[in-house]
């Protein structure tokens, strides 16, 4: 089973990822991840990301898919989530593509809603904990950048909730609810 969680930043598809990997084996595929790894790289790439990244902008869909594409090569035991990806349409558009090429199909697309208030409460709640534990803050954790995150979500990623909505493949869950609470959303779609 191949899935897409889409959402705002902060919606819980990180969150709602890790679960999914514990409980049923799938492999999560987090754009965000990948590119927080490739900014640590050192490499030309890494710093583009990073610049990009820290201002709240979404990464060139080239280097996003680039990296996605790579990923699908591994092994992808209980099927594939893709965490923050696509995140706009020309990333949809190849993510078809290569399902196809691999004989793949894309099953759901998990949608969390979540209000831009709330958002920015956990964003923001994000940070401070880290602060608080002597951990790494990341750098695009602050109202500034989370402005920016979300104008790029309506502007550039919103658009997709019509797009898998028009292929009738769109589930939306209301991610406003404990965390626990939108785990058991998310598997009672998964198991019908
Ligand atoms: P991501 O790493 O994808 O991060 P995100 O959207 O901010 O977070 P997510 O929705 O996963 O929230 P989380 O579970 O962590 O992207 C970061 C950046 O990478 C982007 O801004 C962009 O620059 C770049 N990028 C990534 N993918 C890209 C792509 N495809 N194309 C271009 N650029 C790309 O949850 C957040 C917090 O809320 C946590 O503290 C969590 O504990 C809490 N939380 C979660 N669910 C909760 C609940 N139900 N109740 C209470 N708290 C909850």
Redesign the pocket.
């Known amino acids: 089973m191949n899935i897409i969680l889409l959402?705002?930043?902060?919606?819980?598809?990180?969150?709602?990822a890790g679960h999914l990997v514990e409980t049923r084996d799938m492999i999560q595929l987090?754009?965000?991840?990948m590119?927080?790894a490739a900014r640590t790289s050192g490499t030309e790439m890494g710093k583009k990301v990073a610049a990009?990244?820290d201002a709240?902008?979404?990464?060139t869909?080239e280097i996003?898919i680039g990296l996605i594409r790579e990923k699908l090569e591994g092994d992808k035991k209980g099927g594939f989530i893709f965490?923050?990806?696509?995140?706009?349409l020309a990333?949809a558009d190849a993510l078809a593509g290569l399902l196809d090429e691999k004989n793949e199909t894309l099953d759901a697309v998990i949608e969390l809603q979540v209000d831009d208030e709330v958002l920015v409460d956990?964003?923001v709640?994000?940070a401070e904990e880290a602060r608080k534990a002597g951990q790494p803050v990341r750098a695009?954790d602050n109202a500034e950048s989370l402005k920016i995150?979300l104008m790029?979500y309506y502007k550039k990623t919103s658009p997709l909730i019509g797009y898998y909505y028009a292929k009738g493949q769109l589930k939306s869950v209301d991610?406003?609810?404990?965390?626990a609470a939108?785990q058991t959303a998310i598997a009672g779609i998964l198991d019908s």
Do not use: H, N, W, Y
Not at 83 to 88: A, K, L, V
Not at 175 to 179: A, F, R, S, V, Y
């Open positions: 959402g705002p930043p902060g919606a819980g598809k990180g969150t709602q987090s754009t965000g991840d590119l927080r990009i990244m709240g902008e979404l990464v869909d996003v965490d923050g990806f696509p995140r706009t990333q956990r964003i709640g994000r695009d995150r790029e991610g406003l609810g404990e965390i939108v």
